[in-house]
């Protein structure tokens, strides 16, 4: 096994399980070089044994930083030969130097006299320790822990050729070492010879000493963070920079873990808190048109509870107002109110009533007019009855009187550019017939006690009886066309008959429909005339055709004359 | 001696880079919690509007409910209208309801027939015929026998008033060439405004202004004509002349006002023959038997077609 290896191994067995039987090896492995270095030094054997007492303390208390590369003799030469001259600081040490200077001079002086390595032998400490480390450390196996060259090999982990070569060019420059100093006939030789002069073996007693004083003062066996810094030290740089990596990273990933896992999780509770937001205002959409609806249905609740109160009001209202009316309207003092919408008339007055009023009951196509029906107090189906039979009548007749229309010329003056006159003959007792048979009807509708309001209207005074309306005696019906004083075409036209009536307008209401020029009131051409029964309709009818022509004659392709 | 610096430079670059992980996962949890208490809140709102959406559901679906149950009751239209317009402005189908609501109808009654106030409005009944109210019009608008007083007494006083100032103010020109009578009256509007005035006074006080109303337009019409008191506002001239159409002598009329232009109506713009012309009611309170009184007066023959046609008494 490697001489380093096995030292380490045994300080790391003193450290870490405070085997002593472990530090007394290393004790004893090294107590030599100790003891021999420290003698050299302060040339006592009890002030050696005291300073290689201190050098292997130094040892026990420190054994835990030393690493397997570590030389352990080169440290404890240099720890020897630091606590000797600490020793030989003290006052014993001092004369001790003195006397030694004394004999060292003389020496010096007198080299023949003594053999030549024994000059040597004062600066053979700074010789050395003017050496490599390797060096130094090589010489120090050989000569003071008298290891074979192959151990020393092995020491460092050469071969034994290798270890010879270095413990020889450590002894040459030792030897230049001395030259250097003034010793001119120092040699290898010499200096081996000074080294092997100086190597000393302690005794068992001092060995047994000096394991017992080491191990009285030496820590106990390293535990904690003790025990995990002596391992610590006893790693190299490389296991040592992994180790404080592995120590570091490993708290610290596992806090980016915990940070990834808390961001995480605030992620998590921000994208609840998100949809839970969403949520909310969506709840708060629904319920604001919730809110609205059920407004607006309360509002409808109250208005139709209000509506139906009110309905109710009014139709209690109503009911006593309808008494109140009724009352009144049947009292045997009647009396006229003005607050009554109604009055009551004693019907044997109402067929003078009905001549001496100034509009017809009926009126073409087949109207009964409102007055009429309230007068005669008609219900629905007698008025329905009456105005079919009406309707038929009018009809007929009309249909009569569109056959027998013709048209004569008119002598044009004036401004005149076109005229012409429709005449209706008049169906005399070719209607009187028709006449006759729909008064029957009606007639027979009405009944013997309102036939004579129908009956006034018949015998009435007048250019206008509701006879002739019913029969529609002869008309005629002239119309024409002039221009005005900016040569506009107008139209003019003169009724005759039962009712003389006149007027006239523009020429463009007769323009075709959809013409951008037409103008409005062909509708009301002669309308109310032959609502009130004193022109035929198809009288009226023939007179707007020929209107017609003449305007898309004169004011058609656009309006243009 | 380096181990130790290198170790303690890592740990201590650890313990930096710890420190500085822990401060950022502590600021993580602290959002993390600040975002938890902040969903927990908002989960406990959400849970309350929810709670609150719930009820609203409820509420709709009885308003709904209790919407769906009311009858829709409306108010009687035609009250409704009566209400707001009264009878005036119903139409013809809004009184054959309300007369029904109230059950008149042809047979409700053997005497009377109940209609509405415009029906009366709508036949412009004559309420004075022959110079004296109508029995109709007494019995339609339900005149008591005190208000029918009245109102004759108001009729008389106005022809009375009317021929009173015709007598007074009327004027005469000799006979003169072709013209054999000349007679004028002068400008009536001040007159014709207070005998108006007077007449609806005296109407209003007895009937009131509804009736007056009904009968107004037709006192109004019997005053312009036949009583006469239309010609006015400017003076009115009756001039009758001889004239030869053929071998035969002729009389024509014309009746002119002083400011007559052929545009204006209200006179004659041509002399037209006596026997086409009816006699100027303005000067009836001269000549109350018209056309054969002012022959009379004026010492000429009426045509024999008149005397044919209008025979005296």
């Known amino acids: 096994m490697n001489e380093r290896r096995h030292d380490f191994e045994l300080l790391q067995r003193f450290t870490r399980h405070g085997e002593q039987s472990a530090f007394a090896d290393v004790v004893r492995r090294h107590l030599d070089l100790v003891f021999g270095t420290a003698l050299r030094k302060v040339e006592d054997p009890g002030a050696a044994q005291e300073v290689a007492q201190n050098v292997f303390t130094a040892l026990a208390r420190k054994a835990w930083r030393f690493a397997p590369d570590d030389s352990l003799p080169a440290w404890l030469y240099k720890t020897a030969l630091l606590e000797s001259k600490s020793w030989l600081r003290g006052e014993l040490g001092r004369r001790r130097r003195e006397a030694t200077a004394a004999e060292l001079g003389t020496t010096m002086k007198t080299p023949e006299d003594q053999p030549a390595f024994h000059a040597l032998v004062p600066l053979l400490d700074e010789a050395l320790l003017s050496l490599r480390e390797k060096d130094r450390t090589a010489l120090l196996l050989r000569f003071y822990e008298s290891h074979s060259l192959r151990d020393v090999g092995a020491a460092f982990g050469v071969s034994e050729d290798t270890a010879q070569k270095r413990v020889q060019s450590a002894l040459e420059k030792l030897a230049e070492f001395f030259k250097g100093r003034g010793f001119k006939t120092a040699s290898v030789a010499a200096a081996t010879a000074a080294l092997q002069h100086t190597a000393t073996s302690a005794s068992a007693v001092v060995t047994s000493t000096v394991v017992s004083a080491a191990l009285q003062v030496a820590p106990p066996a390293l535990v904690g963070w003790g025990a995990w810094l002596a391992r610590l030290a006893t790693m190299s740089r490389v296991q040592t920079a992994a180790v404080c990596l592995a120590l570091a990273v490993v708290p610290v990933g596992w806090q980016l873990n915990e940070r990834h896992a808390a961001g995480e999780e605030a992620k998590r509770f921000q994208t609840q808190l998100l949809a839970a937001q969403n949520e909310g205002a969506a709840v708060q959409t629904e319920i604001e048109r919730l809110r609205a609806n059920a407004g607006r249905l309360e509002q409808s609740v109250a208005q139709k509870n209000e509506a139906a109160a009110r309905a109710a009001e009014s139709a209690q209202a109503f009911d006593a107002w309808k008494q109140k009316t009724r009352g009144q309207l049947m009292a045997a003092d009647y009396r006229w109110t003005d607050d009554s919408p109604f009055v009551r008339i004693p019907k044997a007055v109402l067929p003078q009533l009905s001549e001496l009023g100034g509009a017809d009951p009926f009126s073409p196509p087949g109207v009964v007019k409102p007055y009429a029906r309230e007068l005669m107090g008609l219900t629905p189906s007698e008025r329905q009855s009456l105005e079919a039979t009406l309707h038929r009548h009018f009809a007929d007749v009309e249909e009569r009187l569109a056959v027998g229309i013709y048209e004569t010329n008119q002598p044009l003056s004036g401004r005149v550019v076109a005229s012409t006159k429709f005449v209706l003959p008049g169906l005399g007792d070719e209607v009187k017939q028709s006449t006759d048979q729909m008064l029957a009807e009606v007639h027979g509708i009405l009944g013997e006690a309102r036939w004579p309001l129908v009956q006034a209207r018949l015998g009435r005074r007048g250019s206008l009886t509701l006879e002739s309306s019913l029969s529609q005696t002869k008309q005629n019906l002239s119309v024409w066309v002039e221009t005005d004083d900016k040569g506009t075409p107008t139209m003019g036209y003169t009724l005759g008959g039962a009712v003389a009536n006149a007027g006239g307008g523009a020429l463009s209401m007769f323009l075709p429909e959809g013409d951008p020029n037409r103008t409005k009131g062909s509708d009301d051409f002669l309308a109310d005339a032959v609502r009130a029964g004193f022109l035929s309709n198809a009288l009226r009818q023939r007179a707007a055709t020929w209107l017609q022509e003449q305007a898309a004659a004169r004011l058609g392709n656009g309006g243009k004359p | ?313």
């Open chain 2, 1 to 313: 001696m380096n181990k130790i610096l290198l170790a303690v430079a890592i740990l201590c670059a650890g313990a930096g880079g710890f420190l500085t992980a822990r401060q950022s996962t502590t600021q993580f949890e602290h959002e993390a919690n600040v975002t938890r208490e902040a969903w927990l809140t908002q989960t406990q709102l959400v849970a309350a509007a929810q709670s609150d959406q719930a009820g609203l559901i409820e509420h709709v679906r009885e308003l709904k409910q209790t919407l769906k149950q009311t009858q829709a009751l409306g108010e009687n239209a035609v009250w409704s209208a009566l209400q707001t317009n009264g009878a005036r402005q119903f139409t013809p189908e809004l009184r054959e309801q309300l007369l029904e609501e109230l059950g008149f109808n042809w047979q409700s009654s053997e005497e009377f027939i109940m209609v509405s106030k415009q029906t009366l409005r709508e036949i412009q009944m004559s309420a004075i015929e022959g110079g004296k109210l109508t029995d109709v019009a007494a019995t339609v608008l339900a005149m008591t026998p005190e208000e029918r007083g009245q109102v004759e007494a108001a009729v008389q006083r106005v022809q009375t008033d009317f021929k009173d100032w015709v007598l007074a103010h009327a004027e005469r020109s000799d006979p003169k060439d072709d013209v054999i009578a000349h007679y004028s009256l002068p400008d009536n509007t001040i007159m014709r405004q207070s005998i108006s005035n007077n007449f609806v006074t005296g109407i209003f006080a007895a009937l009131g202004r509804e009736r007056t109303e009904l009968i107004m337009p037709s006192t109004r019409n019997w005053m312009i004509s036949p009583l006469g008191l239309g010609l006015g506002k400017y003076p009115t001239t009756l001039i009758i002349r001889r004239y030869v159409s053929g071998n035969e002598q002729r009389l024509n009329v014309q009746v002119v006002n002083s400011i007559m232009t052929p545009n204006q109506s209200g006179g004659d713009i041509y002399p037209i023959d006596l026997l086409q012309h009816s006699f100027p009611s303005a000067f009836l309170p001269l000549f109350p038997n018209g056309w054969a009184d002012i022959a009379k007066r004026e010492g000429f023959e009426l045509p024999k077609e008149f005397q044919e046609k209008y025979p005296p008494p």
